[in-house]
């Protein structure tokens, strides 16, 4: 299974830092008596919990590196839909009628707004998620459209539960709370193929299902009712909105959790296996770089990690009175101490 996992990377800071810092920029870069000002929009659904810098930062820093300075030949129009999906479209709508040079977009639900607003603007997505599945693009290496940037994969979902079964060797069953509405991740194949790796480790799965705020309160009902030992969680959409309250409850049952990446183990989560999230968000920023120099989308292949991060929360698996393996702490990038 490519990641049934990706990560609602938090946008917040990202919005917050583009909106402070550079939606000032239109005014300074008018002023510029020479050269061309190119304009970035950045187009985000804004639903995540939690605010830190590690999205933008090195993204603006990124693109300073190549010679992108704001204010000076580059702005940015940031559109943002509080954490209300069904505004995309419009939203949308305004950065086509705003004849940005580029889209740059987070996961799927705003790449597909994107997509579906303009043909011709070209989009950088920054995780995408089963990419050709959700029909974001014709393929990884020919993208094809207007349509490039990095995706998530490849990760197996098997790598998920080997993890856990390596923190837990007694564990028997894991929960997986998930959208499936979101675009990509209900692809049959894929689910077959997570069945397979679970049946290897002597795993039963439970799938939960998670398609808005309140349906939270009625998933950790059902685990509370059911006692799997363990817990999957993909953050995206209102899981990525709830981590607080499933971490909150994750602690009260002493249910271990696994996510995709660091940044939920700070937040509270036990494990995380995932990107690189700084390499690719400057990743990112490389493709904006060289559509506005004039790449045409369709002939920049889909990047994806290289390179990924076991991260351990040892406060965590202390209040869950879980003792971490050694081994498995030996082969960890990070352990939170």
């Known amino acids: 299974m490519d990641t049934l996992c990706s990560p ?38 804004e639903a995540a919990p939690f605010a830190e810098a590690g999205v933008a930062a090195p993204f603006l820093a990124a693109l300073r590196d190549l010679g992108w300075i704001a204010s000076q030949n580059i702005v940015f129009e ?47 997505m920054f995780l995408g998620i089963y990419p050709v599945q959700a029909g974001l693009v014709d393929s990884l290496a020919r993208p094809g459209g207007n349509v490039t940037g990095t995706s998530v994969g490849p990760v197996t979902g098997g790598k998920y539960l080997e993890l856990l079964k390596e923190a837990v060797p007694k564990l028997t069953r894991v929960a997986i709370l998930w959208d499936p509405t979101f675009p990509g991740f209900a692809d049959t194949a894929t689910q077959a193929e997570l069945g397979v790796e679970a049946r ?21 009902a059902r685990i509370a009712k059911e006692r799997p030992g363990a817990l999957w969680v993909l953050p995206i959409g209102p899981l990525a909105a709830g981590t607080r309250k499933i971490f909150d409850f994750a602690a009260q049952h002493r249910l271990p959790t696994i996510v995709p990446t660091r940044y939920f183990v700070e937040a509270g989560g036990l494990m995380s296996y995932g990107y690189d999230r700084e390499h690719l968000v ?41 003792t971490i393996p050694p081994a498995l702490l030996q082969r960890a990038d990070q352990v939170i101490e």
């Open 78 to 124: 940031a559109r943002y839909a509080a954490g209300q999906p069904d505004r995309l479209p419009a939203l949308a709508a305004d950065l086509v009628r705003l004849k940005v040079d580029v889209i740059v977009t987070f996961l799927n639900q705003e790449t597909l707004a994107a997509k579906r607003a303009t043909a011709s603007i070209p989009i950088v």
């Open 200 to 220: 290897k480790l002597g795993l039963t799965l439970a799938s939960i299902e998670v398609q808005r705020p309140d349906d939270i309160e009625r998933a950790l």
């Open 282 to 322: 400057k990743r990112a920023a490389s493709y904006v770089d060289r559509i506005l120099k004039g790449a045409k989308p369709a002939d920049l292949p889909i990047e994806q990690p290289t390179k990924f991060e076991l991260v351990i929360n040892l406060r965590t698996a202390k209040a869950l009175g879980l």
């Open 8 to 45: 609602e990377i938090p946008r917040r800071a990202f919005m917050a830092v583009i909106a402070g810092g550079l939606l000032a920029a239109p005014l300074a870069a008018e002023a510029q008596p020479v050269g061309k000002v190119s304009r970035v929009g950045v187009l985000s659904v």
